[in-house]
């Protein structure tokens, strides 16, 4: 083997090198510790009871459903039927408890938490366990809820802001 030839072998392998430890610098490193992330949105109709406080915000129950669409999140499927009920006391106590559920009828269930904002209001879930596929998952997410249309009294459709989250699928039994 000549001289340039040899050099030429090494230079087409130390651009291989290159091209391939750009590509790893490039995309991230998969997640050791079992997290996997997520986000999406959720656009849903809704009901709203209230009562007065006597402070400046009434006492609320909300009921919503409608769809939750994934842009991100391997493992999870792309769409779900969110539901959720949550209690807002008037004065910054906000709770409730939310299912999400897949077309296979598989979900996975949370605990919520909120918080109000100026248009609207912060909510983080605790995902506590699911069903099926989900059976045994954990995780969290957070959102700020943005109500847009209020069709009659008490009736309503929102959406969220930057749904974002992780989950931990169950461990594999061996």
């Known amino acids: 083997m000549s001289r340039a030839a040899a050099l030429a072998g090494a230079l ?49 129950i909300v009921h919503v459903s409608g769809a939750i669409v994934l842009s991100s999140g391997d493992g999870l499927r792309r769409g779900f039927q969110g539901e959720a009920i949550y209690f807002n006391d008037g004065r910054g106590l906000a709770v409730g408890h939310c299912v999400w559920t897949d077309d296979h009828g598989d979900r996975i269930f949370s ?5 109000p904002e100026q248009t609207g209001t912060r909510i983080a879930g605790t995902v506590t366990g699911g069903t099926g596929r989900y059976a045994g998952v954990s995780g969290e997410y957070a959102f700020s809820w943005q109500y847009v249309v209020e069709a009659e009294p008490g009736v ?19």
């Open 12 to 60: 087409a392998a130390l651009v291989a090198l290159g091209l391939v430890t750009a590509a790893a610098a490039q995309s991230p490193a998969p997640p050791t510790d079992g997290w996997l992330p997520f986000e999406g949105t959720w656009s849903a109709v809704g009901t709203r009871q209230t009562l007065p406080t006597g402070g400046e915000r009434p006492a609320a």
């Open 111 to 115: 605990e919520l938490k909120g918080q």
């Open 156 to 174: 309503f459709q929102g959406r969220t802001v930057t749904l974002k989250g992780r989950y931990r699928p169950a461990e594999v039994k061996r």
